[in-house]
């Protein structure tokens, strides 16, 4: 590991070049494009280049109602849509206090945490691939797909979900749902070790992690940092615990801690809270209660006068939702603060003087969507 101090202090102007990550490179896994200045093998300074695919959310929930808005939620961060989508119907339920039906907050849970989990498998799948292992994508996409067929069977969707609903669900789980799930949570815990034996205690794997990319838990405060990066640098900070919602509280799980902060210490936070979303899904099965899925909603939404927000633990960590209401159909002021735009703003500090593979090695370990950056 070098330490940005280390970097040769005498620049050779013919070793001192300018290298374009970007928009479109398999290194960034989406159009983000990360200028580099070089000193030879090591990076001077990594300037990331957001913008490419903005979208406009923010100003388009403000040119819609709430109800129209909420299908947008599926497509910030696409791998995240389901705590997106239940950061946006808390928001409006918090406003309107609205009661939402226990077995509608405990399928909401159950429904996050599978998804969840299979945007860690995706995170995990393309992080390998950078490295240079290509057999665990086809391991971590063969289990996703037993995530997506359940999900696809009372969502409709297998990608950008609109499943949750201001007061409640779109429609309830059925027993197929429930036994398929119980399935995919006993088939998951053996693969899970099985991962650890193939890649996590991989000698290669360790010498490419281990001491790469260290970030302190002052910088992740610096920037706003959340989700695995913090609790990968010893901070215990997780929007279940921290702000408790839904009916997260009365789960009994573990936050996942490493204080190394170093590359492989937020990898492991990522593989051991698929495990604890496993342990969660379970306790909600097990404790599904009966009734309704849909609380009493207004006919017409109309937020009385003021200023809410709602957080949600999302995969990539603390994801919030500001809204201002004038009592209008449309909401006056939409404000997202999505993990990945916090995550990103420590890349240009935390890879000054690594080398140029540890770099692309601690980009990875962020876990970026760039639609969730360029919102």
Not at 345 to 357: N, Q
Request: charged share 25%; proline share 7%; with cysteine.
């Amino acid at each position: 590991m070098i330490a940005s101090n280390d970097i040769p202090s005498r620049t050779n102007p013919q070793e001192t070049f300018v290298l374009n990550l970007g928009p479109q490179h398999p290194a960034t896994h989406g159009v983000l494009r990360i200028k580099m200045t070089m000193n030879g093998e090591y990076v001077t300074r990594a300037e990331p280049v957001i913008g490419y695919i903005h979208r406009m959310h923010e100003k388009m929930g403000e040119n819609r109602t709430w109800a129209q808005f909420l299908p947008n939620t599926g497509r910030i961060d696409y791998l995240s849509a389901l705590h997106y989508n239940h950061a946006f119907v808390g928001v409006v339920e918090r406003a309107l206090r609205l009661e939402v039906p226990r077995r509608a907050e405990y399928i909401r849970v159950i429904t996050s945490e599978l998804n969840r989990i299979s945007s860690h498998l995706v995170w995990w799948s393309a992080f390998l691939l950078d490295l240079g292992g290509f057999t665990p994508l086809l391991y971590a996409f063969d289990d996703r797909e037993k995530i997506l067929d359940l999900l696809e069977g009372v969502t409709g969707s297998r990608l950008t979900y609109c499943y949750f609903r201001f007061g409640g669900l779109c429609n309830d789980i059925d027993d197929e749902f429930i036994k398929g799930t119980r399935a995919f949570v006993a088939q998951m815990r053996p693969r899970l070790k099985m991962y650890r034996e193939l890649v996590t205690d991989n000698i290669i794997l360790r010498k490419r992690l281990e001491g790469i990319g260290p970030i302190s838990a002052e910088m992740c405060r610096k920037y706003g940092a959340t989700g695995p990066v913090i609790r990968g640098s010893g901070v215990a900070y997780d929007v279940r615990r921290s702000e408790p919602y839904s009916v997260y509280p009365e789960f009994d799980f573990e936050i996942p801690v490493f204080p190394e902060g170093d590359s492989m210490a937020r990898y492991l936070v990522r593989m051991e809270e698929m495990a604890q979303s496993l342990r969660i899904i379970e306790q909600a099965l097990g404790k599904l209660p009966p009734g309704p899925v849909m609380g009493k909603v207004p006919r017409v939404l109309k937020l009385p006068p003021g200023d809410y927000c709602y957080a949600v633990e999302a995969a990539r960590g603390r994801f919030l939702v500001r809204t201002v209401s004038d009592h209008k159909e449309i909401p006056y002021r939409v404000k997202l603060r999505t993990p990945s735009f916090s995550n990103l703003s420590l890349y240009e500090e935390a890879s000054k003087g690594m080398m140029l593979p540890d770099a692309l090695a601690l980009l990875g370990s962020l876990d970026l969507v760039i639609p969730d950056i360029d919102r």
